[in-house]
Structure formats: structure tokens, C-alpha cells
């Protein structure tokens, strides 16, 4: 890496001039300029005369040499400021030796523009008087009371490398709220301290230290916004304290990072921060970091996720004028007390694009034990590394320096004595050791673990909590922006632009071909007209055959001489060329006769149907026109292919979703659809073909971005995976479903930080839906509620398994694959239900968080199994979804259960296993209903009834009243063969008030079992409630079969040919047909019908025994015999 040069340089700053400034003794004073930096004088101005406008020209420069090495450095600049200081020289009165001066006000110039790389700024800094001072009141002009002040270096004081890989980090400290009732105002004065650590150069550590918090009773709350203080005492205009362009704001607590954040938490906050004491502080305190600090800043936070922020009181000592002697006496009375500890999870630094976090931190006891064990820390910022500053503790500020001899009288002989600045840091040569330990757990010599701490306990009776915000100028982890996302997309899928309608195109030759078809008629119609006009009104309707023919030789004559008719041909002509090439794209020769000849007839069957077409456009026949064309609409084709599918008639499913793609190719959803479908079927290549087409469709479809994200991970393409789940969060930032798949990708990829920031983002957007259900509910319904009431028992746990705010994620350690995952959710089960059927008594293990244990992502969870009683109801009625989808949406949901349900409706299945292990260890999820019956229909699609009915008992003892529960038995029943028990279990079913979320097939199936045991009359009236929800080719059919076994023979052929116009390929619905023709003696039809079904190969034995027999019967319908 590029280093610093070793030589020193200096940083010179120019104060040209002054604005609005006056005097104690008139308007046109004597004034000049002291400038200070570090605590030492740079140097003082001339003597400046001040004009009658108030303004002054100083031309005043003075300087300080920066050298990284020893003396000032980067650290220096970033938290400490130039103060410039303006004094009166007051007129010499008689018999006076000096000069009497009286100092007007402040300025402060903050060096950071330094740090960001320029090697000279310009700025207006505001002069705050002091008080008493003249400046309080502002002249009338226009400008501020201020001086311009110019700063500039020879060259950058920070390389390429440190300007690309170094960092600023700002701390605030805001407040301690809710502090123990022993803090009283009155009596001895009392410094509040709270201090950090921070690595600052390599691996060595820096402490940033707050001091001289300020004790105020409760009664208002703190104004927002309020500036942020500089960390220095003894600064001479109370104007001067704040830093500039620094404000601190708030913020809801639900948008906080800390612990206090939930809706529970609000009262207590508010009645903390309104009504009872604090410790105000407001103080900013800044560090740079070296691109090796940042490097390991970011490792620390990965190795130990939780920082030690320690809280302590001391008191103040007066040093009384004249007696150094006593100084020893009054240094042993500093003693370490109300030692405290705030825990502040740093990992949200590490998650993508984040550069600040801000929240509330309960403080804790300080344990050595227990700071150590959460922290990896062994050592105390202010009992053990800066054992001094806590004696260096006089009235006077924080920066009352005593001399080293008198401070090394008071500390032990292996604690040295290091210098302080003037804000109390210790300066660069004295950095503190690392505070991740690498030694063993056994504490210091001479120093024994603090195991009880009564005073630090008195903040968790208090329920004290400090406010702290950590700021970075970069992301430690910077984030892809959403442009450079979505043009990762196009280079993966490039966008397939809508299809432009041409005007010369095939459509439109056929077009003019029926114009051209149109006008000739017309003008035949005309000559008729005039030749046999009178003729036809004459006979009108009596006219004969004969007489037709007659009249049509004669007009065909009579168009041939008059050469209308060569007319007629010429004006087709060119629609017909039109058509060769744009229909057929004929634009070359023939190659033989043959190939001439075959052409030729095609096309004169094309142009004779079209001309059909035209003249019946022009001329409708009314016979024809009787006749109803059935169309079937894109959903209906979706529940054809959904059956066929259901049937495993894979083959026709397809059939019916490529229908749809060949009548809308540019509808995404018909794309997804069929993806869906191969996923089902396991054609894993051509899913992820769909789905792309899809997105190439519309590249900001959510949904095809979260499958395209599936398929890419199912297909082991993490990269693009990557790229497609962080798009999808981009667009749609609120979407549960895109923060928990990109969650599970993480997992995959080993990434626990990243995991848990996806997770905490899809617990946050769920919580906020489910608060906005509440109030809409509430607002529909016309009831006034506390939601923040009703809220704490569904916000106490976050939805994927934190507790108290702690942000922990959960991690399931499963083998690769599908199987093997699903196995330990086979083996976790069966455990949990031998614990369920040995006891009444909900299974319940609770684990809150306590200080004293650090928790950790492998084994933080709470296993919840609820029983029957407190199992939620299922609502969801909707008339006719795929097996997959919501078997009942309970009160309380988890972000798993939610992307469960998206990937069951798109059948990834092979996906749905990990989640489910998720679901089970949520402490919001765990073993519910909806949890089973998801399972069990997993295994039902394995042909893996066992497991499947088990599962479903599970169920069934949670929610016994679940219809889902009973249509979905009814299936495992229906297809092990065991109708009898599916029939009881689609009775049961049909008999709930709420419909089960798949009717259709409960329909069907229970439909099918009442024909099989000749129960008709239940039948029909089964598949007329079929019909009328949702009609398909297989309920018409159904319909029909049991209208013909109750010889109702007439509706039976209305049934059927309402099946046969769905789908006229259904070898079954031919051959009930012709036993209906057979039946009323319809010999043409029956023949017809009869040979259909032989085409399509009818597979029933029995019901093609039927049919001859009965053709033997009546001695017709085959024409074979």
C-alpha cells in the first residue's frame, strides 16, 4: 500500500477577513485574531483597525505541521477543530504599563474537508460571541457576524490508497434514559462517562470516550433536531460547542436498530424519555480509519458481533489553589462506580450499502465473565486501560492535565502512564491493546473478576438504556446500486421489445383478398340484378331449379363476352400474389411440376375457404349462423391443463398450456404458468426457459425475477441467483417473499451476516403488513382498538426468531438435496409427536435472553408445538387453486410460511424443502397445521403415502375442523385406492361451511366414487355443483354418465356435447355418446361417434364391452360388422 511520506507538512489557515464585528467601546474597535489548534497557540493577527461597515481585513495566516509519525495526525484533524478567537485591545488609559483585552467571540473551523481529500477549502465559519460580548446583538447589515477563512496544504494529506480504502467513523452519543433513582442533581459533583473501542491503526485499538454528561429530571422531552457538541471542554463561546451542519433528529423507534424497538417497547420509551431522568451528553466524536483499521473494523465486527459501550460514574474532586500537596489525598477518592455495560450488535454495518445504525441499548451490570463470553473482550476500557483517565477527573473539564509525577503516584506499578490530549484520547504512540483477547479466560494478575456488581444492577432495576448512533462516511460493504441490477438482468435476458403489427404482412393480404372478394360480388349481385330482376320479382318464391340453372348459364355467358369476367380475374389477381408471398413466401421457382402441382391445389383450398369466409361476411347464412361456435377463454385452458395435470396426464396438460402461449405469446403469466408445470415434472431447463421469457416480457416482474432467482440456485448458478433475488429486493423493497428467498440464498452460500440482514428485512416489511391489515381491518369494521396493545403479543418474537431485539438469525445445517432434507424433518417430527401423544399439555420451551448467556445463530430458537386448542383456523375459501395453495391462513404468519406458499403455487417443490426446515424451528412457526398439510402434500407428490397420512393425523389434531385437512385426506385416500375412506373424508368435506381450497377435484373425485358404487342420483347432483363453480370437459362428462345410467337420456346428450365442445379429444365422452345415438336409434351419429373413439383409443375395456354388446343389441353403430 502507498504510504505517507515522513516528512511533516504544513496546513496553513488564512483568515482574510471579518463581517459585522464591533466593540465594547464603540462601533470601530481594535481587534486581532488568535488561532489555536490542539490546545496550542499558532499564533496571533496584527493589530486591525475595524471599519464603520463592521468589517475587517486580517490577511491573517498562521500554521501547524501534520506528520503521521509523531505529533499531529489524521485522527487529530478529524476530531479536533481550528478555534479562532477574536479579543479588543481596549485604549491605554494613564499610568497603565499593559494593554487591556477583552475577547469578543469564537469561531471554530472543522478540518474534515482534509480527510475527504482536498488540499484547500474556502468557508465562512459564524463568530459566536461570548457572553456579555457586543456581538449578541447583530448590526443591521446583511451579512452575519463571521470571518472567511481559507485552509490549504502543499498537497493531499491522504494518498489514493487512503482515500479509496480508508474510512471516518462518527459516534454520538445522544442520552442515558430511565437512570437509577440514586442519581440525584445535589450533592457531589459527578462525571457521567461512557467510552468504546475501536481499532485505529492495524490491529491496535483506539477508545473514544464521552465525558461531563449532564443530569437532568425528567419532565420534557429533548428538543429534535439538536446540534451535536464538539468533545472538548473549555471552549470559551457556548455557540462554539456545536458542531457545524450536525444535527441530531430521532427517528420512529421501529426504524432503529437496537433493542427497544418494538411496538411494546413505545410506552416505556415515552415515559422514559418525557417524564424520568437522563443523562444528556449530545457529543460527536470522530476517528479516522487506515484502509488496515477499516480492514480489521470489519473483521471484528464479523468475529464478535456484540461491542462493550461502558458506562461509569466518578466524582469530582476540587483542587483546591495552592495545595499540589493534597493532590495525592484527593486523586484516591476517584473510584470507579455504577460500572455498567451496553451490548450494541454491530453487524448491520456489515450488511450491504448500510452506513449508520442508531438505537437504544439496555445497560447491564459489568461482568467480566459475562462481557467477555458475549464480547470476546477481556479487558476494561475505563478499570483496566484507562485505569488513569478515571483519576485524571478535577473540576475544570475534562482536559485538566496534571503532571505525570503526580498521576503515576496513584497507579499500580504495572499500569504506565500515558499522555492525554486535550479531549483525554491518548495519543497515537499510547494506543490501547486489541480488545479481542487471544490469551485464555483467566483474568489479569492483581486484578480479580468483578463477580457481583450491586450498582451496575441497579440499571437493569432502572431499566436504563442509552441512546448511540455509529456512523461511517462509506459502507463498509457497499452495496450494487439498482441500475447496475437491472443491467446484470439485460446482458442475462435481453429484453424482447412487443411485436410490431406490419401493415403489409400475411393478415393483411388476406385482408384485401376479402375486400377484392367483396367488391366482385357486388358487382355479380348488380348484373343478376339487371338481367333478372324483373324475373325474380315476378316469381319470387316460386321460382325452380331449372330456372336457376338456366339463369346461371346465362349470366356466365354474359360475363365471358362482355369481358367481365377476364376483368374480375385481373382485380383478384394481386391479392392472390399478395397472399403467395406474404402467406406461403413463395418468391422463387418451382423446382419440378409436382412440387408446382401440390402447391397450386393448397392454395386454391385456401382461396376458396377465404372466399367462404368474405361471402358469408357479406351474405350470412342464416343457417349457419344458428350455430354456436364455443370458445374456451385462457382460463379455462388453464383449469384443462390444471386437471390433466392433477391426472398426471402430463402430456395433455402440456397441450393446453402451449394452446395458451400460441393465442397470447407476449402474456408473462401464461409463460409462468408453464414453467410452473415443468418444474412440477421436474424439466428443470425448460422452466428456467419459460421464466426468462417471461422477464424478457417485463424485466421489473417480480415474480419472474424471484423464479429466475430459483432456478438459477436449483441449477447451481449462485452468481446470477444473486443478481436476480437483489434486483427483486430493489424493485419492490417491500416484498416479504424476495427478503426471504434472497435470506435462503445466503444460507446457501454460507453468508450468516447477510442471512440475517434479509431476514430482519423480512421480518420488518411482514411486520409493518400485518399492522397495516390490522388497522385497515379495523377501519372497515368501525372498531377503535390499540393496535400497539394488540401487537405485543404477535411482536414479542420477531417472525424468524428474535427475541428482545436481539438481531440472531436462525441457521439450519441441512445436507444437499431435497431429500436429505427432508428426512430430518422426518425424524424431528417423529420425535415431537411421541412428546405430543404422551401428553395433553401444549409443548412449550421458552428461551429469553439473558445478559449473561451469548446467544448464537446455530442454537437460538424457541420450539413451539401448539395443540388443537390453540392451533389457528384456516379462512382462505377461494373456489379452485393448485393442492399447493394456502391450506389456511392462520392469525399469525411467519415470512417462511409466506414463501412456502409462493413457491407451492408455482410447484418448486424442490425448493420447499429447506424453508420448511426454517418454518419449523421459527419461534412464530414451528409444527402448525398449514405446516403439515404443506408437508404431507410433498409427500403425496412422492408417492410416499405413509409419511402423508401421518401428517395429515398431525393435522387433523391441531385443527379438527379444517376442511383443508379432510379434502386433502380424502386425496391420499383417493389415490392409495382406498375410495371407501375418501369418500367418507369428501363428505366430510363438502359438508363444512368453508370450502376447502380445492373444490374442483373434491368435485371430481367424489363425484367419480359415487358412479363407481352406482350411486347416481349423488352423482348428479355432485357434478352439477361441478358445473356450476367451474365447468370443464371432465365434469360435463361426469354429468352425462350418471344422467345415462338413470336413462335420462336427453340431458345426458347435453351434457356430453357440452364436454365434447370443451374438448373434443376425450376418448370417453365419444363413447357415451354413441351409447346415447345407440339408445334413440341414431344409426349416422352413433357410427360417427363410435369411430371417434376408436381414433382416440379408448382405454376403458368394460365400457368398450358395453358398446358392442349394445351394437349387437340393436344391430347397428359399427361399421366394421
Known sequence: ????????????????????????????????????????????????????????????????????????TLDDLAHKPVFLTVTEVLPKEKKQKEEKTLILGQAVVDLLPLLEGQSSFQTTVPLHPVQG????????????????????????????????????????????????????????????????????????????????????????????????????????????????????????????????????????????????????????????????????FQKRIADCRLWPVEITRVPLVTVPKGKAGKTEKTDEEGQLSFHGVAYVNMVPLLYPGVKRIR???????????????????????????????????????INSLLSKQAVSKNLKEDKPVKEKDIDGRPRPGDVAPSIKSQSSDTPLEGEPPLSHNPEGQQYVEAGTYIVLEIQ????????????????????????????????????????????????????????????????????????????????????????????????????????????VREKYLKTTS???????????????????????????????????????????????????????EVNENFEMAAAYYKERLVREPQNLDHWLDYGAFCLLTEDNIKAQECFRKALSLNQSHIHSLLLCGVLAVLLENYEQAEIFFEDATCLEPTNVVAWTLLGLYYEIQN??????????????????????????????????????????????????????????????????????????????????????????????????WDPSINQKPSNTFIKEIPTKKEASKCQDSSAFLHPGLHYGVSQTTTIFMETIRFLMKVKAVQYVHRVLAHELLCPQGGPSCEYYLVLAQTHILKKDFAKAEEYLQQAAQMDYLNPNVWGLKGHLYFLSGNHSEAKACYERTISFVVDASEMHFIFLRLGLIYLEEKEYEQAKKIYMQACKRSPS???????????????????????????????????????????????????????????????LKLKDEALLAEIHTLQETVGFGNPSF
Open 133 to 296: 460580548s457586543p456581538l449578541e446583538t447583530p448590526r443591521s447589515s446583511a451579512k452575519q457576524c463571521s470571518l472567511e477563512v481559507k485552509v490549504l496544504v502543499a498537497e493531499p494529506l491522504l494518498t489514493t490508497a487512503q482515500i479509496s480504502g480508508g474510512n471516518l467513523l462518527k459516534v454520538t452519543l445522544e442520552a442515558a434514559y430511565s437512570v437509577p433513582e440514586s442519581f440525584i442533581p445535589t450533592g457531589p459533583g459527578q462525571n457521567y462517562m461512557v467510552g468504546l473501542q475501536v481499532p485505529s491503526l492495524g490491529e491496535k485499538d483506539y477508545p473514544i470516550l464521552f465525558k461531563n454528561g449532564t443530569l437532568k429530571l425528567g419532565g420534557e422531552r429533548e428538543p429534535v433536531p439538536r446540534p451535536k457538541k464538539w468533545p472538548i471542554a473549555n471552549i470559551l463561546a457556548p455557540g462554539a460547542n456545536n458542531i457545524p451542519d450536525a444535527f441530531i433528529v430521532g427517528g420512529p423507534y421501529e426504524e432503529e436498530e437496537g433493542e427497544l424497538n418494538h411496538p411494546e417497547d413505545s410506552e416505556f420509551r415515552n415515559q422514559a424519555e418525557c417524564i424520568k431522568k437522563r443523562i444528556i451528553w449530545d457529543l460527536e466524536s470522530r476517528c479516522y480509519l487506515d484502509p488496515s483499521a477499516v480492514v480489521s
Open 1 to 72: 500500500m502507498e504510504q505517507v511520506p515522513s516528512t511533516g507538512r504544513l496546513v496553513q489557515i488564512t483568515v482574510t477577513e471579518g463581517y459585522d464585528l464591533k466593540g465594547f467601546k464603540g462601533d470601530t474597535p481594535v481587534t486581532f485574531i488568535r488561532a489555536e489548534f490542539n490546545q496550542v497557540v499558532l499564533g496571533d493577527s496584527a493589530k486591525i483597525t475595524v471599519s464603520p461597515e463592521g468589517s475587517a481585513k486580517y490577511n491573517f495566516t498562521s500554521s501547524f505541521e501534520f506528520n503521521p509519525e509523531g505529533g499531529i
Open 1033 to 1095: 370437459c371432465l365434469t360435463w362428462l361426469g354429468l352425462g354418465i350418471a344422467c345415462y345410467r338413470l336413462e335420462e337420456l336427453t340431458e345426458a346428450e347435453d351434457a356430453l356435447s357440452e364436454a365434447n365442445a370443451l374438448n373434443n379429444y376425450n376418448a370417453e365422452v365419444w363413447a357415451y355418446l354413441a351409447l346415447v345415438c345407440l339408445k334413440v336409434g341414431r344409426q349416422l351419429e352413433a357410427e360417427q361417434a363410435y369411430k371417434y373413439m376408436i381414433k
Open 359 to 397: 438505537g437504544a441499548f439496555h445497560v447491564y451490570p459489568y461482568l467480566d465473565s459475562v462481557v467477555h463470553e458475549k464480547t470476546k473482550c477481556l479487558l476494561s476500557l475505563f478499570r483496566d486501560i484507562g485505569h488513569h483517565l478515571i483519576h485524571n477527573n478535577k473540576i475544570g473539564g
Open 472 to 579: 461511517l462516511d462509506k459502507a463498509l460493504v457497499p452495496k450494487r446500486m439498482p441500475e447496475e441490477l437491472a443491467r446484470r438482468v439485460k446482458e442475462m435476458i435481453p429484453p424482447r421489445p412487443p411485436l410490431t403489427r406490419r401493415t403489409g404482412g400475411a393478415q393483411k393480404a388476406v385482408s384485401d383478398y376479402h375486400t377484392q372478394i367483396k367488391n366482385i360480388s357486388r358487382a355479380i349481385l348488380d348484373e343478376y340484378y339487371r338481367m333478372f330482376g324483373k324475373q325474380v320479382a315476378k316469381l319470387e318464391s316460386d321460382m325452380d331449379s331449372e330456372t336457376l340453372e338456366e339463369q346461371k348459364c346465362q349470366l356466365s355467358y354474359e360475363l365471358n363476352c362482355s369481358g367481365k369476367y377476364f376483368a374480375f380475374k385481373e382485380q383478384l389477381k394481386h391479392a392472390v400474389v399478395k397472399i
Open 590 to 644: 418451382f423446382e419440378s411440376q409436382e412440387e408446382l402441382q401440390t402447391f397450386i391445389s393448397e392454395l386454391y383450398v385456401f382461396l376458396v375457404d377465404q372466399m367462404h369466409v368474405a361471402l358469408n361476411q357479406t351474405m350470412p347464412d342464416d343457417v349457419q349462423g344458428t350455430i354456436a361456435t364455443i370458445f374456451t377463454s385462457s382460463e379455462q385452458l388453464r383449469l384443462f391443463a390444471f386437471e390433466a
Open 751 to 848: 453468508n450468516d451476516i447477510r442471512m440475517e440482514m434479509a431476514f430482519h428485512e423480512a421480518s420488518k416489511q411482514l411486520q409493518a403488513q400485518m399492522l397495516q391489515a390490522q388497522v385497515t381491518k379495523q377501519k372497515s369494521a368501525g372498531v377503535v382498538e390499540d393496535i400497539e396493545e394488540r401487537g405485543k403479543r404477535e411482536s414479542s418474537l420477531g417472525p424468524w426468531g428474535i427475541t428482545n431485539g436481539s438481531a440472531t438469525a436462525i441457521k439450519v445445517e441441512a445436507p444437499a438435496g431435497p431429500g436429505a432434507a427432508l428426512s430430518i424433518l422426518d425424524k424431528f417430527l417423529e420425535e415431537s409427536s411421541k412428546l405430543q401423544s404422551d401428553s395433553q399439555e401444549p409443548i412449550l420451551t421458552t428461551q429469553t
